[in-house]
Nanobody, 121 residues
Framework: QVQLVESGGGLVQAGGSLTLSCAASGSIFRINEMGWYRQAPGKQRELVARITSGGSPTVVDSVKGRFTISRDNTKNTVYLQMNSLKPEDTAVYLC???????????????WGQGTQVTVSS
């Protein structure tokens, strides 16, 4: 089994910054893509950013130029650096990882528990 543990959420003023971290642990052979999603009140979960195992990032247009996704493969950790935060960024942010286990050949998708990001105006 695999666990994803998130940290870094909190309350900030508009224009401020936060860095989210998500560390994967457990019976891991390889982690392919990792990503960040968010879900705001009354909204569906949406993709924020994804990053390949080689470190190639993709971010959605609404956060492009403000958010940066990165990863440290030696720590099985993905980060989301959030700058110039806006009230509309307020949401629960969830970490995601595609994992191949040490035993077996199947790939599985795991999710973190979510961390709250609140941006005040």
């Amino acid at each position: 089994q695999v666990q994803l543990v998130e940290s870094g959420g909190g309350l900030v003023q508009a224009g401020g910054s936060l860095t989210l971290s998500c560390a994967a642990s457990g019976s891991i052979f390889r982690i392919n893509e990792m990503g960040w999603y968010r879900q705001a009140p009354g909204k569906q979960r949406e993709l924020v950013a994804r990053i390949t195992s080689g470190g190639s990032p993709t971010v959605v247009d609404s956060v492009k130029g403000r958010f940066t996704i990165s990863r440290d493969n030696t720590k099985n950790t993905v980060y989301l650096q959030m700058n110039s935060l806006k009230p509309e960024d307020t949401a629960v942010y969830l970490c995601n990882a595609d994992v191949k286990h040490l035993l077996g050949s199947a790939w599985s998708t795991y999710w973190g528990q979510g961390t709250q990001v609140t941006v005040s105006s």
